[in-house]
């Protein structure tokens, strides 16, 4: 059987909040070290891959390898009946179509399940390989969230460029054009609030602002945002999830025709 | 007018 309990149940929720606009359904692929999913949006111009560790749970047990389809609206549907304070334990039989979730306030005193229906859903993996990217560019997740949110009112696509100057975003559209610069910043004490950039060299990518800004759906998982870029590469938006693992956006660059 | 490659273009199937 499988067994995962969490008393943060505000992360799951949060996270499936997060992705249930990209992605419509996936499999949760359970086993003993954790769950992950790896789900494309309908156009399959981007991926999003779970990670949650086995030891970032209050309790983890999976005694077998599991892939569980799920609907992720339906799975918004039932965690919308969460509270913010609940801790949530998700359950599956070997084999099950369907997976139970308990919801348990935090004095004890409301204990609630609901049953998720599971999906069958044919998906094939993609293997991603650890690579080096040409620049990587941490910033608070509110930032990130601000300027991809404030151009999608301005234009459609953005030119992202790393240069030792700094980060700099730019876009154009009827009403004319915008520009944003993040300059490496590791003044502010918090590391939280620091815009770091590692460059290994210049890079300038286009992408489109719809999912840059779908992505900005997990700001209130982590505080901290990581984006990777390299020539011709998918960027990487990735936010790290305390203790309990990350989720990783992927989106295709622009290319012209 | 500038396009995009799918995933599956990028990351091989495993």
Same mark, same amino acid.
């Given at each position: 059987m499988f067994?995962a309990r969490?008393?943060?149940g505000?992360?799951?929720?949060?996270?499936? @909040?997060a992705?249930?606009?990209? *992605?419509?359904e996936?499999?949760?692929?359970?086993?003993?070290?954790?769950l992950q999913l790896? #789900?494309?949006?309908?156009?399959? *111009?981007c991926?999003?891959s779970?990670?949650l560790r086995e030891?970032?749970? @209050?309790? =983890?047990?999976?005694?077998?390898?599991?892939?569980m389809?799920?609907h =992720?609206?339906?799975?918004?549907?039932?965690?919308?009946?969460?509270?913010n @304070?609940?801790t949530?334990?998700?359950?599956?039989?070997d084999?099950?179509?369907q997976?139970?979730?308990?919801?348990?306030s935090?004095?004890?005193?409301?204990?609630s399940?609901?049953?998720?229906?599971?999906?069958s859903?044919e998906?094939e993996?993609l293997?991603?390989p650890?690579?080096?990217?040409s #620049?990587?560019i941490k910033?608070p997740?509110?930032e990130?969230?601000r300027?991809?949110r404030d151009l999608?009112?301005?234009g459609d696509?953005?030119l992202i460029?790393a240069?030792?100057e700094?980060?700099?975003f730019?876009?154009?559209g009827d009403?004319?054009?915008a520009?944003?610069?993040?300059r490496?910043?590791t003044t502010?004490?918090k590391p939280?609030?620091?815009?770091i950039?590692?460059?290994k060299?210049p890079?300038?990518l286009? +992408?489109a602002?719809?999912?840059?800004?779908?992505f900005a759906? #997990?700001?209130p998982?982590?505080?901290? *945002?990581k984006?990777?870029?390299?020539k011709?590469?998918p960027i990487v *938006?990735?936010?790290?999830i305390?203790?309990?693992?990350a989720?990783? +956006?992927y989106?295709?660059?622009k290319?012209?025709? | 007018a #500038?396009?995009q490659?799918s995933?599956?273009?990028? =990351?091989t199937k495993k």
């Amino acid at each position: 059987m499988f067994e995962a309990r969490i008393t943060q149940g505000a992360v799951l929720k949060k996270l499936v @909040e997060a992705l249930k606009e990209l *992605v419509t359904e996936g499999n949760f692929d359970v086993s003993s070290t954790g769950l992950q999913l790896q #789900a494309m949006d309908s156009s399959h *111009v981007c991926l999003v891959s779970l990670a949650l560790r086995e030891d970032g749970f @209050e309790h =983890f047990r999976c005694d077998r390898n599991m892939a569980m389809g799920i609907h =992720f609206q339906n799975l918004s549907k039932i965690l919308k009946c969460a509270g913010n @304070e609940d801790t949530i334990t998700l359950k599956a039989e070997d084999n099950a179509d369907q997976l139970t979730l308990m919801f348990e306030s935090s004095n004890q005193d409301r204990i609630s399940d609901f049953d998720l229906k599971l999906m069958s859903i044919e998906s094939e993996h993609l293997g991603i390989p650890d690579q080096e990217y040409s #620049a990587e560019i941490k910033m608070p997740s509110s930032e990130y969230q601000r300027i991809v949110r404030d151009l999608t009112s301005i234009g459609d696509t953005v030119l992202i460029s790393a240069t030792k100057e700094g980060i700099k975003f730019s876009t154009s559209g009827d009403v004319g054009t915008a520009n944003v610069t993040l300059r490496h910043n590791t003044t502010p004490e918090k590391p939280e609030e620091q815009t770091i950039i590692d460059l290994k060299e210049p890079v300038a990518l286009t +992408f489109a602002l719809r999912y840059l800004n779908n992505f900005a759906k #997990a700001t209130p998982l982590a505080p901290v *945002v990581k984006l990777s870029l390299t020539k011709d590469l998918p960027i990487v *938006v990735e936010y790290q999830i305390g203790e309990l693992g990350a989720v990783k +956006f992927y989106l295709a660059p622009k290319i012209d025709d | 007018a #500038a396009g995009q490659k799918s995933m599956t273009s990028f =990351f091989t199937k495993k």
